[in-house]
């Protein structure tokens, strides 16, 4: 491995108003109110030196190419919060002058006075946690924001200086039909974002629906439904370059895609999750203290390092590299790995052989048959 992947920075905000019976990140209740600007200080102290002890594994030569602020609800923090945050970053490390920098905000929980502070801080891309366009659903899924305020979140963000904007939407909904499906990618089209995240809902562990199972559409409905949505989306020249994620021209998430690409990424804030090349050829996973006051009163934030073992390392990558439409180079998965992609080739012909991935040149990439059925091709990765 002689170049280093490019090195991005994950900042995890930990707190949201309520709790969405779907979610299992890392979040909790938002304890703000009259102590908020206190909260902000500290937990920004925290950050920063949760920073410190990262950098501290990073060749000063290296730079950060992307920045994404995830929760959680970051824009529960006001704009002086990150104004200050990302001058004190750049003071600790270079960050690209075109560097993507993204945060996601929750419809229920912005305003224009917060949207104005975020372009002044420099954040340059929006990602907006709709869900979804029906009051009725948006109700099931415990959101705090209604169809309207999503709308209005959207153009208070255009207004505020936001030429870059991601819808997040969900499909597959407790009892959604077909047509409340479509309908909410037909309101998103009529907003004309950059770029739209598209997913179906999935019941995981840790969650209420976990323990309380919403009834969901039938497998009918699903298959249908997500058909004619990519159909729309085609329509509406937005490429999909991801499982779920479609773009418009020169739109790509820049910081999602150095995840898929297995770049590296240091991360910071509670729970967060970050991946390192250190040395010629060492990868470590590192993530951080979940609880949001331990996090805040600890001088030791890491609760766990993990060195990739070469054995795992091309799982891995597959995991990430073939959700991508365009797949990898061979020249890639050799720089991103430190390993012959000799490794990997039994996989690969005997996926191609089961028409699930198609080699062109040295570019490796999943079919259209493929991209239905990644679990079987990371399966046999796995074995």
Same mark, same amino acid.
């Given at each position: 491995?002689?170049? &280093?992947?490019?090195?991005? &920075?994950?900042i995890h905000i930990p707190w949201c108003i309520r709790?969405?019976?779907?979610?299992?990140?890392? *979040?909790?209740?938002?304890?703000?109110?009259?102590?908020?600007?206190?909260?902000?200080?500290?937990?920004?102290?925290?950050?920063?030196?949760? +920073?410190?002890?990262?950098?501290?594994?990073?060749?000063?030569?290296?730079? %950060?190419?992307?920045?994404?602020i995830g929760g959680g609800t970051p824009s529960l923090m006001t704009g002086d919060f990150y104004i200050e945050l990302l001058e004190k970053i750049r003071q600790r490390i270079s960050v690209n002058l075109n560097a993507e920098i993204t945060i996601e905000a929750n419809p229920g929980a912005v305003d224009e006075e917060h949207f104005a502070g975020f372009i002044r801080a420099g954040i340059n891309r929006l990602s907006l946690g709709v869900q979804s366009f029906s009051n009725p659903a948006l109700e099931a899924l415990g959101r705090i924001h209604d169809a309207s305020s999503a709308k209005n979140a959207f153009?208070?963000?255009?207004?505020?200086?936001?030429?870059? %904007?991601n819808i997040d939407l969900m499909h597959g909904l407790p009892t959604q039909s077909l047509e409340d499906g479509l309908r909410d990618l037909e309101t998103a089209f009529s907003l004309s974002p950059e770029h739209i995240s598209w997913y179906q809902l999935t019941i995981?562990?840790?969650?209420?629906?976990?323990?309380?199972?919403?009834? +969901?559409?039938?497998?009918?409905? +699903?298959?249908?439904?997500?058909?004619?949505?990519?159909?729309?989306?085609?329509?509406?020249?937005?490429?999909?370059?991801?499982?779920?994620?479609?773009?418009?021209?020169?739109?790509?998430?820049?910081?999602?895609?150095?995840?898929?690409?297995f770049g590296d990424y240091l991360g910071i804030g509670a729970g967060a999750h970050g991946k390192i090349t250190v040395g010629k050829s060492e990868i470590l996973r590192r993530w951080k203290?979940?609880?949001?006051?331990?996090?805040?009163? *600890?001088?030791?934030? &890491?609760?766990?390092s993990q060195r990739l073992d070469a054995l795992e390392i091309p799982l891995e990558f597959a995991m990430n590299a073939f959700r991508?439409?365009?797949?990898?180079?061979? *020249?890639l998965f050799e720089q991103r790995t430190g390993l012959s992609f000799n490794v990997i080739e039994h996989n690969i012909l005997d996926l191609k052989q089961q028409g699930l991935v198609e080699k062109k040149r040295d570019i490796v990439m999943p079919t259209a048959k493929g991209r &239905?059925?990644?679990?079987?091709?990371?399966?046999?990765?796995?074995?």
């Amino acid at each position: 491995m002689n170049d &280093l992947p490019p090195l991005a &920075l994950y900042i995890h905000i930990p707190w949201c108003i309520r709790k969405c019976p779907y979610c299992d990140f890392n *979040s909790h209740e938002y304890v703000g109110g009259n102590k908020g600007p206190q909260l902000e200080k500290q937990y920004l102290q925290a950050l920063l030196d949760d +920073l410190d002890e990262e950098l501290t594994l990073v060749v000063s030569s290296r730079t %950060i190419c992307s920045i994404f602020i995830g929760g959680g609800t970051p824009s529960l923090m006001t704009g002086d919060f990150y104004i200050e945050l990302l001058e004190k970053i750049r003071q600790r490390i270079s960050v690209n002058l075109n560097a993507e920098i993204t945060i996601e905000a929750n419809p229920g929980a912005v305003d224009e006075e917060h949207f104005a502070g975020f372009i002044r801080a420099g954040i340059n891309r929006l990602s907006l946690g709709v869900q979804s366009f029906s009051n009725p659903a948006l109700e099931a899924l415990g959101r705090i924001h209604d169809a309207s305020s999503a709308k209005n979140a959207f153009n208070v963000a255009r207004s505020a200086g936001f030429n870059n %904007i991601n819808i997040d939407l969900m499909h597959g909904l407790p009892t959604q039909s077909l047509e409340d499906g479509l309908r909410d990618l037909e309101t998103a089209f009529s907003l004309s974002p950059e770029h739209i995240s598209w997913y179906q809902l999935t019941i995981e562990q840790n969650t209420a629906f976990y323990k309380r199972p919403p009834v +969901l559409p039938l497998e009918d409905t +699903l298959d249908m439904l997500f058909e004619r949505g990519q159909q729309m989306l085609s329509a509406e020249k937005f490429e999909q370059y991801e499982v779920s994620a479609f773009a418009k021209s020169n739109y790509q998430a820049g910081h999602n895609k150095n995840y898929w690409q297995f770049g590296d990424y240091l991360g910071i804030g509670a729970g967060a999750h970050g991946k390192i090349t250190v040395g010629k050829s060492e990868i470590l996973r590192r993530w951080k203290t979940r609880v949001p006051g331990d996090y805040m009163s *600890s001088d030791n934030k &890491l609760a766990g390092s993990q060195r990739l073992d070469a054995l795992e390392i091309p799982l891995e990558f597959a995991m990430n590299a073939f959700r991508l439409n365009e797949g990898f180079s061979v *020249s890639l998965f050799e720089q991103r790995t430190g390993l012959s992609f000799n490794v990997i080739e039994h996989n690969i012909l005997d996926l191609k052989q089961q028409g699930l991935v198609e080699k062109k040149r040295d570019i490796v990439m999943p079919t259209a048959k493929g991209r &239905l059925f990644l679990n079987d091709i990371f399966s046999v990765f796995a074995d």
